[in-house]
């Protein structure tokens, strides 16, 4: 482990980061030279099944501590590069899940361990600061040059936060005050206000609701779990709120070829939301806000077509109600477009979009109303992680130079025929290939079958997830090559004749 790349890559490049910092530049990615090797291995390479020995006693080790029954096994994180993950038995894998869909360049990208060797960078990682009072100075500039410079169509401002399931909790929260400012007409709150809510009773604590959809995922803390409705076991035994969830469109694919069924589904889809915001109102729990996924990753990658999203946006703003599109997952460039709400084709998609994973920080992008009213009313100790956006300003200048947007359209339709080919050859096996640029899904037979396969292909060298009761999801790194793809295809098909 002492030869790993990290650390003979540091060693390589302090010299010239030394050097660079000499020469006055202050912010890394303004020093970053073009990617010198394309660090990737040349296929999978198994040498135990996995879990291996060395995984395995490590999961008896932190069993001891904590709960381990979800650990798949353990990593080298070290010896990982590119499309490629590498075990503690140093077993290589060709990554199609990347930390459930969260690496955005593959791992160990040249540019970001130079980056990340820059001494200029140093004091960012070291002095992490309570962003919302103390920031660094670079601050403003960084967050800029990252999150500003691919900031969603008609949304201005942007709040970072730690994680995913953070920032759909406070966006929730920016919704709710901003209906509340609207319902008074001003943003002065009475004193029974303010007195009723320290014991959560209305109308500090007014009766307001979130309309979500049936499978869909935005978390797992209270509020977003409320919204969350994918697993059993992701709500079991935890308090929640009566709150609207309308059925999300299940449709038929390819879509092309079931438009007029689909949009008879969907139409079904929209109007039974609509019913649900005036019931709500009704019963006196007016829906603040609609949340969204552009697709459904988690309960099962569910599509529903841009004038389904289309007419959503426009039930919204009919009803008052604000739009938040939840781009955790699909954000970021996988589906072929930075985010997955722009193949709607609209000026304004959201009041709201939130992200994190392959942006590396969390936080949620909004319109200026939707700006609270005071300071502390949405807020925490870290607010984000302003290393995070060094990483990120580095990742889009990557996706920028290595053109790789293009790169995932041409790697998504190569995958997309070799899904439909798989499925033409095992139509017992597997059916309904779908997907948008790389961010694709094949259904298996049976939830068993499924397991099967996983395993099966893992052994193999190719490491992929489920979702939803019966799909498979596959979601490469923006760095997943058309020459991945047929690599992956290759294996795949070997492992469905072997079911068969
Ligand atoms: O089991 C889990 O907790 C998982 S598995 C995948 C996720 C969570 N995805 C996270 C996620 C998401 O996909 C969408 C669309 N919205 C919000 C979240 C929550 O993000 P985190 O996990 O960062 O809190």
């Given at each position: 482990?002492?030869?790993s ?16 910092s ?15 090797v ?12 996995i879990p291996g020995?060395?995984?395995q ?14 650990i798949?096994?353990?990593?080298n ?12 038995d140093?077993n ?20 970001l361990?130079?980056l ?17 009072i ?7 500039d ?6 500003l ?12 936060m ?9 966006a929730y929260?920016?919704m ?8 008074r ?25 979130i309309?979500s959809f049936m499978g869909?995922?935005?978390?797992r803390?209270l ?11 992701h709500?079991l035994?935890?308090?929640?709120f ?7 469109p ?7 070829e ?5 949009a ?11 019913d649900l915001i005036?019931k ?6 007016p829906?603040a806000?609609?949340?969204?996924e552009?697709i459904q ?29 939840d ?7 996988c ?18 979009v ?23 009313r949405i ?10 956006n ?6 889009l200048?990557?996706?920028r130079r ?8 041409r ?8 899904l ?13 290939a ?8 094949i ?17 193999k060298?190719?490491l992929?997830?489920g979702?939803g ?6 979601r490469?790194?923006?760095?997943f ?12 098909n ?5 079911i068969?």
């Amino acid at each position: 482990m002492a030869s790993s790349v990290i650390s003979r890559h540091l060693l390589l490049s302090c010299h010239k980061s030394l050097h660079l910092s000499l020469s006055g530049c202050r912010y890394a990615s303004k020093v970053a030279t073009k990617t010198q090797v394309n660090l990737d291995y040349d296929g999978p390479s198994m040498k135990t099944e996995i879990p291996g020995p060395r995984s395995q006693a490590l999961t008896k080790q932190l069993g001891d501590i904590q709960n381990v029954g979800a650990i798949n096994f353990f990593c080298n994180y070290e010896e990982s590069r590119g499309n490629y993950v590498v075990d503690v038995d140093g077993n290589r894998m060709l990554d199609i899940y990347t930390q459930i869909s969260s690496i955005p360049i593959g791992y160990n990208h040249p540019a970001l361990l130079k980056l990340m060797s820059n001494p200029n960078n140093l004091s960012t990682i070291v002095n992490r600061p309570a962003l919302g009072i103390m920031p660094p100075e670079n601050f403003p500039d960084k967050i800029t040059e990252s999150l500003l410079s691919v900031a969603p169509s008609g949304l201005s401002r942007v709040q970072t936060m730690a994680c995913g399931s953070c920032s759909n909790e406070n966006a929730y929260k920016a919704m709710f005050i901003w209906y509340r400012n609207k319902e008074r007409g001003h943003s002065s709150p009475s004193d029974e206000d303010l007195n009723s809510c320290m014991i959560n009773q209305s109308p500090g604590c007014p009766d307001f609701s979130i309309l979500s959809f049936m499978g869909g995922f935005h978390g797992r803390t209270l509020g977003c779990l409320a919204t969350t409705h994918s697993k059993a076991i992701h709500k079991l035994d935890v308090p929640s709120f009566d709150w609207p969830i309308a059925p999300f469109p299940r449709l038929q694919y390819p879509l092309e070829e079931f438009s007029r069924e689909n949009a008879q589904e969907e139409a079904r889809c929209l109007e039974e939301a609509e019913d649900l915001i005036v019931k709500w109102r009704k019963k006196g729990k007016p829906v603040a806000g609609i949340v969204i996924e552009p697709i459904q990753a988690e309960g099962g990658d569910n599509h529903a077509s841009p004038d389904f999203f289309r007419s959503l946006r426009k039930i919204a703003q009919k009803h008052g109600c604000a739009f938040h599109v939840d781009e955790v997952q699909t954000g970021g460039g996988c589906t072929g477009k930075f985010w997955a709400h722009e193949h709607w084709g609209i000026e304004d998609p959201a009041d709201i979009v939130s992200f994190s994973k392959k942006l590396l920080t969390g936080g949620f992008y909004y319109k200026l109303e939707f700006q609270a009213d005071k300071p502390y009313r949405i807020f925490n100790t870290w607010m984000g992680d302003p290393s995070k956006n060094l990483l990120l300003a580095e990742v889009l200048s990557v996706i920028r130079r290595e053109n790789l947007l293009v790169e995932v359209n041409r790697s998504g339709k190569a995958l997309m025929n070799g899904l439909y080919e798989l499925q033409a050859q095992f139509p017992g096996i597997v059916s309904r290939a779908r997907g948008q640029g790389t961010f694709c899904a094949i259904d298996v037979c049976d939830d068993e079958t499924r397991s099967n396969i996983l395993v099966k292909a893992r052994n193999k060298g190719i490491l992929l997830g489920g979702c939803g009761d019966r799909s498979i999801r596959f979601r490469p790194s923006l760095v997943f090559k058309e020459y991945h793809v047929h690599m992956f295809l290759n294996i795949f098909n070997d492992v469905l004749a072997q079911i068969k």
